[in-house]
């Protein structure tokens, strides 16, 4: 069993910059992809970055250039630069075995979730 929890979401303005960390304990979740995730209501759950367990990280289009995955063995920290008003929503951890894939079902294991809110 992996446990995933979240930190460093909170209000900011555009423009601004915000620092997620998630830290993942488990026998193996050092080994495993670990993602970030984001939703606001009525929309899907979309991939936001991931990053396998050599430090290959992926973006999504809409992130690349302003947000910046890293990891420190079982922990993983998002520096969210520029924050756009649509950067706003629930920000997810997610870890899983395997190669890094966008598939949400690929992450069996997630965390609780925190708020990022960018106002212009």
């Known amino acids: 069993q992996v446990h995933l929890r979240e930190s460093g979401g909170g209000s900011v303005q555009a423009g601004g910059s915000l620092y997620l960390t998630c830290a993942a304990s488990?026998?193996?979740?050092?080994?495993?992809?670990m993602a970030w995730f984001r939703q606001v209501p009525g929309k899907e759950r979309e991939a936001v970055a991931n990053?396998?367990?050599?430090?290959s990280v992926l973006y999504a289009d809409s992130v690349k250039g302003r947000f910046f995955l890293s990891r420190d063995n079982a922990k993983i920290f998002l520096r969210m630069n520029r924050v756009r008003s649509k950067d706003s929503g629930w920000y997810y951890c997610?870890?899983?075995?395997?190669?890094?894939?966008?598939?949400?079902?690929?992450?069996?294991?997630w965390g609780q979730g925190t708020q990022v809110t960018a106002s212009s």
């Open positions: 990053i396998d367990n050599v430090g």
């Open positions: 488990g026998s193996t979740s050092e080994r495993f992809c």
């Open positions: 997610a870890a899983g075995p395997g190669f890094c894939t966008w598939r949400r079902d690929a992450f069996p294991y």
